[in-house]
């Protein structure tokens, strides 16, 4: 009722599931806050925290005579998520210090806030360029300090580089300032704008996490004709422990054209997690299933490696498009994946690379793996041509 109060005061029109500004059609806030709120189901993540101001704001940031920079009215505190006060600060940055006072620049500050929320990465400050693509000059200055704000994101947030968690505390915060004293009737319909946008990214990415990963590898293909098919590697469908839903995930690898699957879980980890009859699933749904169980956090046997990376030749010189997964889908499925590279032609640290780059960092976690990774690589024919 809150959200929906203030929604009307700038908007009385809006009534509907929808709201238009300047010509565009946006999400109406408060139908997110009623009705789609009560349905999503967010997959809990951790987060990187810190100890944070807790209410920094333009009031609370003092510049004295000799340029010195003071921070006042640690009343609020605590340990938070680590970008709260910069989130809060691009928040006040736009819809309380830059003036907005006719409908043409209105319209220019709905480009800006299109462009600072379809911003991929947090770990990338936008390019600072592309403030002179627009006409006012508090615009322009704006976008210049936005991109300084989100220098600092980085560092303080690693490599977990997701919008999404800015998408939920900048909407808390544009959704604050619908009320607030300091904003005038266009400041208002600009936060109004992009707590429309937020609410839509949220849905979006809550529905695109829902949804099985499957992270597609950059195969070499020593066919001609490059009949070879994809490889992908993911997560265990169907855990638990995650509340996936195994027969949803099984229809997103169908839906992905996937044809055959290498497990490399144990059973007492298919138990453990929920999925005990696993293989049997697969076949039922059509797919090939090659079971190749590895110890979490271990390496196989040569010879056992030997005989799955013969079985995925296989299949690829079949046309099929194979996906591989442990229970994280990092140390085995990396390692597997890894070797059959290498199998294929490229050299270890490019291997490597390429696995990392596709699914993570974190890929081929442990040092039992990444040796035996390297004593598989110098037995191959031509590992000592391209070492």
């Known amino acids: 009722e809150g959200v929906r109060k203030r929604v009307l005061a700038i908007q009385p029109e809006a009534t509907g599931p929808t709201i238009t500004l300047c010509g565009r059609t ?11 709120l009560k349905q999503l189901k967010e997959t809990s993540s951790s987060r990187a925290r810190a100890y944070i101001h807790g209410d920094l704001n333009g009031r609370n940031i003092i510049l004295d005579s000799r340029d010195n920079v003071w921070l006042i009215d640690f009343f609020h505190t605590h340990r938070g998520h680590v970008l709260r006060d910069l989130i809060k600060l691009e928040n006040d940055l736009l819809f309380i210090m830059t003036p907005v006072n006719s409908e043409a620049e209105l319209a220019e500050a709905l480009d800006l806030t299109e462009m600072q929320i379809n911003h991929p990465d947090l770990g990338i400050a936008p390019d600072r360029a592309l403030a002179q693509s627009f006409k006012y000059p508090q615009m322009q200055k704006a976008w210049n300090t936005l991109c300084l704000l989100r220098k600092h994101y980085g560092r303080l947030i690693g490599s977990d580089r997701d919008p ?6 900048f909407l808390r915060y544009a959704v604050h300032t619908l009320s607030f004293d300091e904003c005038n009737a266009w400041q208002k319909k600009w936060a109004l704008y992009a707590s429309g946008l937020l609410t839509r990214k949220i849905v979006q990415s809550i529905e695109n996490t829902q949804r099985l990963r499957l992270d597609r590898l950059s195969v070499p293909s020593g066919n001609p004709d490059n009949v070879q098919s994809e490889i ?3 997560i265990l469908p169907g855990r638990k422990d995650r509340k996936r839903d195994l027969q949803k995930d099984l229809d997103t690898i169908r839906e992905t054209g996937i044809d055959s699957v290498m497990c490399l879980v144990t059973p007492d980890e298919l138990d453990y997690y929920g999925v005990p009859g696993l293989l ?7 797919l090939v299933a090659f079971d190749f169980p590895i110890l979490d956090q271990h390496a196989p046997s040569l010879s056992g490696l030997q005989a799955a990376l013969t079985w995925l030749e296989e299949q690829r010189e079949d ?3 194979v996906l591989i997964h442990c229970v994280g889908g990092l140390g085995r499925s990396g390692l597997v994946a890894a070797a059959h590279l290498m199998q294929s032609g490229l050299g270890f640290d490019e291997a490597v690379e390429v696995v990392r780059h596709a699914r993570s960092e974190r890929a081929i976690e442990t040092t039992e793996q990444m040796e035996f990774l390297r004593r598989f690589y110098a037995g191959l024919p031509q590992s000592e041509a391209t070492a």
């Open 26 to 36: 946006i999400n109406n806030p408060a139908t997110f806050y009623e009705e789609d």
């Open 319 to 321: 046309g099929r498009k």
């Open 164 to 169: 999404y968690q800015f998408y939920v505390a």
């Open 232 to 234: 992908y590697i993911t």
């Open 280 to 286: 049997q699933h697969y076949r039922e749904n059509g």
